[in-house]
Nanobody, 119 residues
């Protein structure tokens, strides 16, 4: 069964950190770019970051540049999103998705993990 599963979300105070993971089962992530998206209540889904299949190229939304870092471990078949200096506006459900390349149509999606930044 092809599946993407996100984990690592939770409640954190402003300025804190979280590390999200996206794990694949039933297929290998080696040939896919991975994008992290987020969606806050009442807002449109936003692309946060993307990493190429090789891991050489990464992209970040302006809102998270300098605070978030995307990385991948093709041996463990996972992609991570390290989120530092979190702000209340980072509160959202975070999803990972696969694509042939960053910016192309996404194929597989995870179920999402909730991130809440609040004091």
């Amino acid at each position: 069964q092809v599946q993407l599963v996100e984990s690592g979300g939770g409640l954190v105070q402003p300025g804190g950190s979280l590390r999200l993971s996206c794990a694949a089962s039933g297929f290998t992530l080696d040939y896919y770019a991975i994008t992290w998206f987020r969606q806050a209540p009442g807002k449109e889904r936003e692309g946060v970051s993307c990493i190429s299949s090789s891991g050489v190229t990464t992209y970040y939304a302006d809102s998270v540049k300098g605070r978030f870092t995307i990385s991948r471990d093709n041996v463990k078949n996972t992609v991570s999103l390290q989120m530092n200096s979190l702000k209340p506006e980072d509160t959202a459900v975070y999803y990972c998705a696969t694509a042939p390349e960053c910016g192309r149509q996404n194929i597989y999606w995870g179920q999402g993990t909730q991130v809440t930044v609040s004091s």
